[in-house]
């Protein structure tokens, strides 16, 4: 199951959640208990951050 990150639309909290993708709908927020929360783009998933540079090769 993976993990997602999560954007509060009441209190603004930012929190993660694990969750499956069909469940992400029904995610409430740990602090205020609000069903307003948005996913959040995780930079740990990005390709870039991923990537080895090419100066770590010899």
Not at 14 to 42: A, I, M, R, Y
Request: overall charge negative.
């Amino acid at each position: 199951m993976p993990i997602y990150q999560f954007k509060c639309l009441v209190c603004e909290l930012e929190f993660e959640q694990l969750t499956t993708l069909e469940n992400k709908d029904k995610v409430v927020c740990p602090h205020c208990g609000s069903k307003e929360v948005k996913d959040v783009f995780s930079a740990f998933a990005t390709k870039s951050s991923c990537a080895p540079s090419s100066s770590n090769f010899t």
